[in-house]
């Protein structure tokens, strides 16, 4: 697990090569915490090129793995961020035809290209990787991404310079950095949360779509254009456009249309060898290991196959004060049933807010995920004892383990036997009544509540259902319930839409619309983003073997019939995980990794809060109308509404702002 940097420069432009290191080495200074243990650089003057690496040793700690690294036959030079785990056995293939001097994957990759090409390896490869290759016999750089996008890659062109890096820290620290904030993107940040690819926060910034490779022949670099969204055609000469060598829309449209034709307990089978299968290679290190214990199915199943595979495992996790986001008894309890070396954290509420000022530089771009927080604890607290942790993220995108995809087609179906007006009336009178008159009226029936609508604050619920009745389609439902401002025109001055949810997913099922939504830019936008910069503000590296591509490609075709039953998600995973553990230890509502956001900011951080939504400070910044933003903060303030969702995008914004992070790397 690494940091990669690096720049090209068109023809006519070489630069002096102590220069051009000089400014590799800089670039790659600015993610240390991704690479403590070592670093390199590589550039070639005469073509323009220069590549950098920080390196945190996981497999081959000697010198062996040392990057930048060269191919054997000295055509390819790489600088790679991952973990490719089926890479003995591609060095078996390989052993015969290249001289291996030592035992890293970094250099199996090398060989794996050198023999199949860029495109052909990539596909070979079973992991998580972001890489930058150059050619020297074709002059070509290759900027690739794996197909979930686990790791991460930014490209953009500063100045007659293509830059590239796995966060934007190197990319600030060129000199032709202009970080102009991006308003039309900024309305989508506050309407989602988070940045989805191929956006950044900055104007002709992007990030590499997952699955696809950047293709730039430096005889075009100048006069170039760059089309970030991913294609398979070749287009114009002039333009550097993605390509994808692995389509998550294809793997689920083929699954929906090409089921699997076996029993259940043979589908289950099937699942427990690939998944069983994906633990065990992520389990390979050089280093110790451990795994993130939430108490939870995901994360639970993925510590009871470690356990199968390993008498010594290490579990982690975060207890926190307030019992209704505290899980760590659960995960204790798992813990001891397993046997596992388990080391466990409770946090105050002090403790736990004193991470937010750590935010804005942890992530790089407006983040605003709140579930960041315990995330960035739980890492630092495996740090201490790990260099490598397992985690269960992915269970509720590929196994239907969101409450949105069972309540919410139940509701939707009830909604669409009422009339349009009788829907917006319905709709208009839910919204008459504060959160809090909803918790007091409905409290004396939560215990009669289906349990997907019981284990969350019914007026949240309440505005979910109201999010229902105004949608017109599936697909506009979705995007009101993940949406958390309206009108973004009025809220961000001069912005545009620059993209509404995807509608040309050849899916029928209005469930795995939902479900491919999320697991195409949702998971790896917010949860693997929230991870993995979580996880490498602390020098560790995640590992998340539910989203192997084969677990994917299998789920895709698993009727939603055997991932949901009685209106509850991840079947299959349940029925796996109760193999090794009672099926009532886990009978108990879904929580999430959650914090309380909402009373922190009416409560301990009311003034942080304030100073960062004032009205004379929104206006004289000029990027957001202070007007819906004080609206909503006063309901919020006197319990009218919830909007801790929408709110914490802008309070995160305001902060990145404030933290200097547009500008360049002092």
């Known amino acids: 697990m690494c940091g990669i940097s690096g720049f090209i420069s068109p023809a006519g432009h070489e630069r002096n090569l102590s220069r051009m290191t000089d400014l590799a080495r800089r670039m790659a200074s600015t993610m240390v915490s991704r690479g403590p243990d070592d670093s390199g650089q590589w550039a070639d003057p005469a073509a323009g090129i220069a590549l950098s690496h920080r390196r945190l040793s996981i497999i081959d700690l000697s010198e062996q793995g040392h990057q930048p690294m060269q191919s054997a036959n000295a055509r390819y030079v790489i600088s790679y961020n991952g973990e490719v785990y089926n890479f003995k056995e591609l060095r078996s293939d390989l052993d015969a035809e290249y001289p291996f001097k030592g035992s890293s994957d970094t250099e199996v990759m090398l060989a794996a290209i050198q023999k199949w090409g860029v495109e052909e390896a990539a596909k070979r490869f079973v992991g998580m990787f972001a890489f930058a290759l150059w050619d020297r016999q074709e002059q070509a750089l290759y900027l690739v991404r794996d197909r979930l996008g686990i790791k991460p890659l930014y490209y953009g062109k500063l100045g007659k310079d293509l830059v590239f890096g796995s966060t934007l820290s190197p990319l600030r620290a060129h000199p032709g950095w202009r970080g102009e904030i991006d308003h039309n993107v900024l309305a989508l940040f506050l309407q989602r949360n988070y940045i989805p690819a191929p956006y950044s926060i900055f104007r002709s910034v992007y990030k590499l779509p997952a699955g696809t490779i950047l293709t730039l022949r430096r005889g075009v670099l100048e006069s170039a254009e760059i089309d970030p969204e991913a294609s398979n055609l070749s287009g114009p000469e002039n333009t550097i456009r993605p390509t994808r060598f692995w389509s998550l829309a294809k793997v689920l449209e083929e699954g929906e249309s090409n089921p699997i034709e076996c029993s259940e307990s043979e589908s289950l089978e099937s699942l427990e060898e690939i998944l069983t299968e994906a633990v065990r290679v992520r389990m390979i290190s050089d280093v110790p290991l451990g795994a993130f214990l939430s108490g939870g199915i995901d994360s639970t199943l993925v510590v009871a196959l470690m356990s199968r595979l390993s008498s010594r495992v290490k579990t982690f996790t975060i207890g926190f004060e307030d019992e209704t986001f505290n899980e760590a008894g659960f995960a204790r309890d798992t813990a001891s049933h397993f046997g596992t070396e388990h080391t466990e954290l409770y946090v105050s509420s002090d403790e736990a807010m004193k991470v937010i000022p750590e935010l804005p530089g942890t992530y790089d771009e407006p983040f605003a995920d709140s579930s960041q927080i315990p995330t960035y604890l739980v890492s630092q607290l495996a740090r201490q004892h790990v260099t490598v942790a397992l985690s269960g993220d992915g269970g509720d995108e590929l196994f239907a383990g969101y409450n949105r995809y069972t309540l919410g087609q139940r509701l939707w179906s009830l909604s669409r036997k009422l009339s349009k007006p009788a829907r917006s009336a319905l709709a208009s009178m839910l919204t008459t009544i504060p959160v809090a008159g909803w918790e007091a009226v409905l409290k004396p029936v939560k215990g009669m509540l289906p349990s997907a609508l019981g284990s969350r604050p019914l007026g949240e619920s309440i505005q979910n259902f109201e999010n229902i009745l105004r949608a017109e389609s599936v697909d506009s439902f979705y995007e009101r319930l993940t949406s958390h401002w309206p009108e973004l025109d009025s809220l961000v001055p001069g912005s545009t839409a620059v993209r509404g949810v995807t509608n040309d997913l050849r899916l029928s099922d209005p469930v795995r619309r939902m ?23 602390h020098s560790l590296e995640v590992r998340v073997p539910i989203i192997d591509h084969r677990v994917v490609e299998l789920s895709a075709r698993l009727p939603l019939s055997m991932m949901i039953k009685a209106g509850q998600g991840k079947r299959p995973l349940r029925q796996l995980l109760f193999k090794h553990i009672p099926e009532v230890t886990m009978d108990r509502p879904k929580r999430g990794f959650a914090v309380p956001v909402n009373e922190w900011i009416r409560g301990p951080m009311r003034d942080w809060a304030e100073q960062l939504l004032s009205e004379s400070r929104l206006r004289n910044e000029g ?44």
């Open 623 to 666: 990027f957001l109308n202070p007007d819906p933003i004080r609206e909503r903060w006063q309901e919020h303030l006197t319990g009218k509404r919830d909007w801790k969702n929408s709110l914490w995008g802008v309070l995160m914004f305001q902060a990145w702002l404030e933290a200097g992070q547009a500008g360049p790397v002092p």
């Open 515 to 537: 479900m491919a939504l999320d697991l195409g830019e949702f998971h790896p936008d917010d949860i693997l983003v929230k991870v993995d910069r979580a996880s490498m503000a």
